[in-house]
């Protein structure tokens, strides 16, 4: 009969067994985070993909513009002394006097142009301007090009924003820009609960292979980058066509919305001295007493003058740069007596007008500059990234003969009430000021409940097996 071995005093005693770590108060959410984050990955990333590529491209779009438009806006050589601005728009309206002068914005630089902005030229885009690039120092016409929008946006820069925006199919094609947007938040902050939720766990796959490897790098990326791609999405809604309609008029209502200078001219001389010929920029004082005015009012480059729009109206001047420091100053003058009649100054603006310029100028990359630049390259790049390898690890789960196996059902009876009641009010309310975000998503829990329950009746319909033989 054997004995069991004795312990000696010389050998050290058995450690007791490790306690079973906590669970993390994440924990009850992750599987129905996981099914949502891999559902919304699937079917929104193709979406996102293309919204990364064309940001990619439009956030290069500035510095390749300066160089393919550097004929037009730049000056063969700087000289001396500059020609008043009305001489200027004379030169421009003498080359191109088609159209209706509808700004104009002064050289900022002493190698830049002025830009004379035409408004209604045949062959020319209504929502566009002519731009009619003039030497300050010669008044020579160095060229003439289409611009878009207030952040003066030439040819390539204008096609490759409207691709990004809309795909170039016009209203339709916004939507999936917004339907991007609406989401990139979601899988962006479903990223970030499962990577605290399983932080520890993902530290291990490092140097590891395969689906492992690829979870590290998707993790590891992700949660640098999600801070970026939350950003982005909240600025993104802000002009979107349904979402940003309503943040419109939540700002309004709040008091919040962007003031405006008031642009009708005062006093009893209104209405006099504004004759003009047809489509030009001189109304009473001209341009130059106009110009003057804003500079003592301490309007600095780079600024533009809008004419008036009729006889009751003022001219306006406002400063149209948005890199840091931002000008967006404006003040209104008076056509008959080139006097100022109203002054709007930025710092005056509400918080949230404040926060929602900056906001918008940080997404599109001129806030900052070249900087701004290469780092939203930087995040497009980690997006597109992040796609590759969340499709490589769908293939990857599937292990050659279940391809794209989803998340098993009933993630959501793990959630205790008190998390999973408030979480499916926040996301209602989210869902009804962001539609592309609220109807894709009821339309996922429909289709997947329903999916769910024929799955389960057939399961129920099919016989069990019958014992081995044996």
Known sequence: MSTAPSTTKDEAPQPAAAPAPSRSRLAPLRPLVLRLHFYAGVLVAPFLLVAAVTGFLY???????????????????????????????AAARKAHPEGTVSAVRPSPEADATTRVLLSGVKGVDPDHSLAVFVDPYTGK???????????????LRTWIDELHRDLHLGDTGRLYSDFAASWLWVIAGGGLVLWFSRRRALRKV????????????????????????????????????YAGANIDTLRTSLGQATPSVSATAGGEHAGHG????????????GLDKVLAAARAKGLTDPVELVPPADANSAY???QVQRSWPEKQDSVAVDPATGKVT?????????????????????????????????????????LILLIVWGYRMWWQRGRGSAFGRPIPRGAWQQVPPQVLVPAAAVLAVLGYFVPLLGIPLAAFVVVDVLLGEIAHRKGRRTPAPGPAVK
């Open 59 to 89: 956030a290069g779009a500035f510095q390749a513009e300066k160089l393919v438009y550097a004929q037009e806006m730049t000056v063969a050589k700087v000289g001396d002394t500059e020609l008043p601005v009305s001489e200027q728009v």
């Open 141 to 155: 016409v160095r060229g003439a090009l289409e611009q878009y929008g207030s952040t003066g946006a030439l040819p």
């Open 206 to 241: 490092r140097g590891t292979s395969g689906r492992r490897r690829t979870l590290g790098l998707h993790g590891t990326v992700g949660v640098w980058a999600a801070a970026g791609f939350i950003f982005l999405s909240a600025t993104g809604l802000t002009w979107s066509t």
């Open 274 to 285: 504004t004759s003009a010929s047809a489509g030009g920029a001189e109304h009473g004082v």
């Open 316 to 318: 306006v001047v406002k």
């Open 342 to 382: 109203d002054e709007l100054r930025f710092a005056d603006y509400p918080l949230l007008a404040k926060l929602t310029r900056w906001g918008i100028d940080l997404h599109t990359g001129v806030l900052f500059g070249l900087v701004n630049q290469i780092a939203l390259m930087l995040l497009a790049l980690a």
